[in-house]
């Protein structure tokens, strides 16, 4: 608000000024405007000092060029790098996609191939069941006829035994 009131009354003095008296106005207008342009040239010519001396105290040019090569080297060897793994990543995705193709031509072989072990499966199951019956059969078959020749073995032995002692109290 300072600055706008300050500015206010150096406007409205100039054109006061202007008013009453042009021609020095203006010629103190161009003295100062030319005042002001040499002021920023010098500035300005001033700052490309700094600036130069800055880039200097930095390093030579040679050394700023050969900074500037390794750099310019760096991003090509990235950009090699990136095009690689471009690369790799597109033929990974080409592998899955021939993967998935494969798999799909296979899934209906795959498919009558579990069909036909399953039919495999079911029909030796049903044998299976059908042989149960005849081994439980053979299996009491072979229990009873395995007890009568137990039986007949038990028989034989008492009737030797008998034998004996009878034979041996008829000798006595």
């Given at each position: 608000m300072v600055i706008e009131?300050?500015?206010f009354k150096i406007v409205d003095a100039y054109f006061k000024l202007f008013k009453s008296h042009?021609?020095?106005?203006?010629?103190i207008t161009i003295v100062?405007?030319?005042v002001a342009l040499t002021a920023f040239l010098e500035a300005r010519k001033n700052l490309s000092e700094v600036d130069e001396a800055l880039r200097v105290r930095n390093g030579t040019y040679a050394e700023q060029m050969e900074s500037l090569q390794t750099v310019e080297s760096s991003l090509k060897d990235l950009t090699k790098f990136v095009v690689n793994e471009r690369q790799k990543l597109h033929d990974s995705?080409?592998?899955l996609d021939d993967l998935k193709h494969e798999g799909e031509v296979l899934k209906p072989v795959?498919?009558?191939?579990?069909r036909?072990?399953?039919?495999l499966l079911e029909l030796q199951n049903s044998r299976a069941a059908?042989?149960?019956s005849k081994e439980r059969w053979i299996g009491f078959g072979l229990g009873v006829l395995s007890s009568v020749l137990a039986s007949i073995l038990v028989a034989?032995?008492?009737?030797?035994?008998?034998?004996?002692?009878?034979?041996?109290?008829a000798k006595t």
């Open positions: 009131s300050i500015s042009r021609f020095v106005t203006a010629l100062g405007l030319g995705q080409q592998l795959v498919e009558a191939d579990r036909a072990v399953e039919s059908g042989n149960l034989a032995v008492r009737l030797a035994f008998n034998y004996r002692r009878r034979t041996a109290k």
